[in-house]
């Protein structure tokens, strides 16, 4: 499946684009803080002079960047779903060269990288009236890109078996954050074991016959 460009109902609002190198440093600070505060306080225990004081900013320079909150939350929400296109992007171009392991790989390390972000992303969908909407046009995106990548990589496998095994490949990468934090407070290799779990479920769908 070929990239997605089009503007995404994950941006409702566009914040005001620095035009010098100084200010899109500036904004940068901005989302990194915002992202922050919303992860660990949540959209609306968040304040925008939390966000001005966490990134070192004059509360005028974040208003004129961002006027209002739901603009900076948009702004995350659309450099999210940047990075994650992107990095599928990135997956389909070599789909057609890879292994099974090799994608099971792919996809993981992707949910690796980007776990920080989607847990910011999630609480920031959440958090809006259309929330609803954009879960589930995020949860339908990235499983047509998965069922893309994998036609690409298998050819002979049709594609309502592609979408079924996109659909169990989610939701193996949703446990990701879970199973990190985990192995972090008790030592089990859990990302290995979903590693391995992901490999071969690639491989069997690999191995695939019509009954």
């Given at each position: 499946?070929?990239?997605?460009?089009?503007?995404?109902?994950?941006?409702?609002?566009?914040?005001?684009?620095?035009?010098?190198?100084?200010?899109?440093?500036?904004?940068?600070?901005?989302?990194?803080?915002?992202?922050?505060?919303?992860?660990?306080?949540?959209?609306?225990?968040?304040?925008?002079?939390?966000?001005?004081?966490?990134?070192?900013?004059?509360?005028?320079?974040?208003?004129?960047?961002?006027?209002?909150?739901?603009?900076?939350?948009?702004?995350?929400?659309?450099?999210?779903?940047?990075?994650?296109?992107?990095?599928?992007?990135?997956?389909?171009?070599?789909?057609g060269q890879m292994e099974?392991?090799?994608l099971a790989d792919a996809?993981?390390?992707?949910?690796?990288?980007?776990?920080?972000?989607?847990?910011?992303a999630v609480i920031l969908?959440?958090?809006?009236?259309?929330?609803?909407?954009?879960?589930?046009?995020?949860?339908?995106?990235?499983?047509?890109?998965?069922?893309?990548?994998?036609?690409?990589?298998?050819?002979?496998?049709?594609?309502?078996?592609?979408?079924?095994?996109?659909?169990?490949?989610?939701?193996?990468?949703?446990?990701?954050?879970?199973?990190?934090?985990?192995?972090?407070?008790?030592?089990?290799?859990?990302?290995?074991?979903?590693?391995?779990?992901?490999?071969?479920?690639?491989?069997?769908?690999?191995?695939?016959?019509?009954?």
């Amino acid at each position: 499946m070929s990239s997605q460009k089009a503007t995404s109902p994950m941006i409702s609002a566009e914040p005001v684009a620095p035009k010098r190198p100084r200010g899109r440093m500036r904004v940068a600070a901005i989302l990194e803080a915002a992202s922050d505060l919303f992860h660990d306080k949540g959209f609306d225990g968040t304040t925008m002079t939390e966000i001005a004081a966490r990134s070192g900013t004059a509360i005028g320079s974040l208003y004129r960047f961002f006027p209002t909150k739901e603009v900076l939350a948009d702004a995350l929400l659309g450099d999210y779903f940047a990075r994650l296109n992107e990095r599928l992007d990135r997956i389909a171009a070599m789909a057609g060269q890879m292994e099974p392991d090799g994608l099971a790989d792919a996809l993981i390390d992707m949910a690796l990288e980007l776990q920080a972000e989607r847990a910011a992303a999630v609480i920031l969908v959440e958090a809006r009236r259309d929330g609803p909407y954009r879960r589930g046009f995020l949860r339908d995106f990235i499983r047509g890109r998965i069922a893309g990548i994998l036609c690409s990589a298998m050819p002979e496998l049709p594609p309502d078996r592609a979408a079924t095994v996109a659909t169990l490949l989610q939701h193996l990468l949703k446990t990701v954050p879970a199973l990190t934090e985990e192995e972090r407070t008790t030592g089990a290799p859990l990302l290995a074991e979903l590693r391995r779990a992901a490999r071969l479920y690639v491989r069997d769908a690999g191995r695939w016959v019509p009954v």
